[in-house]
């Protein structure tokens, strides 16, 4: 249920599916992943649940569009989710079953690389989320105090993404560290034998 709702909050103004990707694409990709193939089909469940109306609208660029607004019953089951305690367990992380089940390699350089390569990923992402609040705060002479509601929530959203980010980049440099220690002591261990 849960893109069914993202959906519902973002269509605060009629909207095609193409401008909803679009959003996902520029805010929402960074805790929820939809594409235009699910994006359509959900927007169809929810108009025949009456959460959603859509009308045909004239395209600046093309055939007409579908446009959909929010309806009085969708604004309720919007209203319920965000009400609701915090859903928890509904993440994949495919990064994480990767380096589960990295052991199958056999080879801990790769998972080394592998670990390098996601802390790289995640650190850049951190950094994309700490400009963003830094640009924020840079428009705001009295930060946080000023910000409308829409703003705040989203520094508040911000902020919980930059400190699971640094806690992740932390990791995988723990991780980092015990594969070194790892290496040398497997290193240590093989045993020397001389050339004759």
Not at 87 to 100: H, K, P, S
Request: one cysteine or more; hydrophobic letters at 40%; a positive charge.
């Amino acid at each position: 249920m849960s893109l069914e709702c993202i959906l519902l909050a973002m269509i605060r103004e009629p909207a095609a599916g193409y401008d909803l990707r679009k959003e996902f694409a520029q805010g929402a990709r960074h805790f929820w992943s939809a594409e235009l193939s699910q994006i359509y089909p959900t927007l169809e469940r929810m108009e025949r649940r009456g959460w959603l109306k859509s009308r045909r609208q004239a395209s600046q660029k093309g055939p007409q569009r579908r446009v959909y607004r929010r309806t009085a019953k969708g604004a309720a089951a919007l209203h319920r989710w965000l009400r609701s305690e915090p859903v928890m367990g509904t993440e994949r992380f495919a990064y994480i079953a990767q380096l589960a089940y990295m052991a199958s390699l056999g080879d801990l350089r790769q998972t080394e690389r592998f670990l390098g390569q996601l802390r790289d990923c995640l650190f850049r992402f951190q950094k994309l989320l700490e400009d963003a609040e830094g640009a924020l705060a840079q428009e705001r002479p009295r930060f946080p105090d000023d910000l409308s509601d829409e703003e705040f929530h989203s520094l508040l959203t911000l902020r919980i993404g930059i400190r699971s980010l640094r806690a992740k980049v932390d990791a995988c440099d723990e991780g980092l560290n015990l594969i070194a220690a790892r290496q040398s002591r497997l290193t240590k261990d093989v045993p020397h034998v001389p050339l004759d």
